[in-house]
T-cell receptor, first 115, second 111 residues
Framework: KAGVTQTPRYLIKTRGQQVTLSCSPISGHRSVSWYQQTPGQGLQFLFEYFSETQRNKGNFPGRFSGRQFSNSRSEMNVSTLELGDSALYLC??????????????FGEGSRLTVL | QQQVKQSPQSLIVQKGGISIINCAYENTAFDYFPWYQQFPGKGPALLIAIRPDVSEKKEGRFTISFNKSAKQFSLHIMDSQPGDSATYFCAASFVGNQFYFGTGTSLTVIP
């Protein structure tokens, strides 16, 4: 069974630009969540989607947005990039329907560098 | 506000020694406490998890100790091996809410 796939793996952007990251969950997993990983801050929750609906959102500014498609694939977008947005963005899928339970299966992440 | 506080930030242990990572939480609604292991260039992967109805859970060389009254839980790695060198994250959650992760502990096991 294929794992969680994230694209692109690495990208470099400049301040003010916008970026879109993609995540394909494990087949059959309908819950997809996104995390920002930075040194010293650990994993910060961005948002979680289930059946194309955002069920929960973390404390990030409105520049961070996401969506989920009918095939459970998800995208997240960051507009007007700032230097502080440089991070590893991780996507995780979950077989369980209830948020906050079950095992999170993480992808290898998209490493974003903002110059 | 960090919902789950993790310490130490980094840890160096000799091969064969015991590695101990501690986490503390405030929200008594949390009822699921997983630990994730992350190797460089990879995403985190579930290592072991515990619910508050038990005080200890062991899987091979990995043990979670849980102290409900103190609102603390810890990961013990017995007979630590160089292959255990990774970053470890504790987390906490309850149904209907997000997972809250600690800030991570970078473990280095010296041969």
């Amino acid at each position: 069974k294929a794992g969680v796939t994230q694209t692109p793996r690495y990208l470099i952007k400049t301040r003010g630009q916008q970026v879109t990251l993609s995540c394909s969950p494990i087949s059959g997993h309908r819950s997809v969540s996104w995390y920002q990983q930075t040194p010293g801050q650990g994993l910060q929750f961005l948002f979680e989607y289930f059946s194309e609906t955002q069920r929960n959102k973390g404390n990030f500014p409105g520049r961070f947005s996401g969506r989920q498609f009918s095939n459970s694939r998800s995208e997240m977008n960051v507009s007007t990039l700032e230097l502080g947005d440089s991070a590893l963005y991780l996507c995780a899928s979950n077989r369980r329907g209830e948020i906050g339970t079950g095992e999170l299966f993480f992808g290898e992440g998209s490493r974003l560098t903002v110059l | 506000q960090q919902q789950v506080k993790q310490s130490p930030q980094s840890l160096i242990v000799q091969k064969g020694g015991i590695s101990i990572i501690n986490c503390a939480y405030e929200n008594t609604a949390f009822d699921y406490f997983p630990w994730y292991q992350q190797f460089p260039g990879k995403g985190p992967a579930l290592l072991i998890a515990i619910r508050p109805d038990v005080s200890e859970k062991k899987e091979g060389r990995f043990t979670i100790s849980f102290n409900k009254s103190a609102k603390q839980f810890s990961l013990h790695i017995m007979d630590s091996q160089p292959g255990d060198s990774a970053t470890y994250f504790c987390a906490a959650s309850f149904v209907g809410n997000q997972f809250y992760f600690g800030t991570g502990t970078s473990l280095t096991v010296i041969p």
